[in-house]
T-cell receptor, first 115, second 114 residues
Framework: GENVEQHPSTLSVQEGDSAVIKCTYS??????FPWYKQELGKRPQLIID?????GEKKDQRIAVTLNKTAKHFSLHITETQPEDSAVYFC??????????????FGKGTKLSVKP | DGGITQSPKYLFRKEGQNVTLSCEQN?????MYWYRQDPGQGLRLIYY???????QKGDIAEGYSVSREKKESFPLTVTSAQKNPTAFYLC?????????????FGDGTRLSIL
């Protein structure tokens, strides 16, 4: 089945700098890759997603890139602000087979933005 | 995502006791999911349901049970067979199952052992 690896597990940046979080997946049939932001004690919230027919997607300060050949995708946050501090999760759809397209999550990256 | 309501927010379980976590959605979504979140472990799928009266085991179903008698409701029971139930439990829904459909989460229930 699908396996998703996420790096780094923690990331500390200065306010205004960029942050990059990377994920790799194992199932070449996966074709949907969402990113979630979870603040302490709260629900995960979808911040951006990408499908495999697209290489890059942007939404203001957030962008996601996908390399299908290498089976990895990345979240890029530019001009970071203290309110960007949270845990970020990547996920990949399980493709066909036993997981029936369900999301498989990475273990998360704790991002800290220092003022 | 105010359309998914989980209750209670905090729950305590005694030894040998079954407890039930509630999840209700008013988004008219067919698919619903239960995840368990432990520190540093990400989200792991317990059970999911594609449609009323149908549900499937996820990766860590042992010690849990679910029902799906109504489209809006997908309660999770943590049975006494689950020896390590302390975790944050998240319910989610999507329009349908299968790849490409975003999942939207509730606020979660934090379960602890007394």
């Amino acid at each position: 089945g699908e396996n998703v690896e996420q790096h780094p597990s923690t990331l500390s940046v200065q306010e205004g700098d960029s942050a990059v979080i990377k994920c790799t997946y194992s199932d070449s049939a996966s074709n949907y890759f969402p990113w979630y932001k979870q603040e302490l004690g709260k629900r995960p919230q979808l911040i951006i997603d990408i499908r495999s027919n697209v290489g890059e997607k942007k939404d203001q300060r957030i962008a996601v890139t996908l390399n299908k050949t290498a089976k990895h995708f990345s979240l890029h946050i530019t001009e970071t602000q203290p309110e960007d501090s949270a845990v970020y999760f990547c996920a990949a759809s399980g493709g066909l087979g036993g997981s029936q397209g369900n999301l498989i999550f990475g273990k998360g990256t704790k991002l800290s933005v220092k003022p | 995502d105010g359309g998914i309501t989980q209750s209670p927010k905090y729950l305590f379980r005694k030894e040998g006791q079954n407890v039930t976590l509630s999840c209700e959605q008013n988004l008219n979504h067919d698919a619903m999911y239960w995840y368990r979140q432990d520190p540093g472990q990400g989200l792991r799928l317990i059970y999911y349901s594609q449609i009323v009266n149908d549900f499937q085991k996820g990766d860590i179903a042992e010690g849990y049970s679910v029902s799906r008698e109504k489209k809006e409701s997908f309660p999770l029971t943590v049975t006494s067979a689950q020896k390590n139930p302390t975790a944050f439990y998240l319910c989610a829904s999507s329009i349908v199952t299968g790849t490409g459909w975003p999942q939207h989460f509730g606020d979660g229930t934090r379960l602890s052992i007394l």
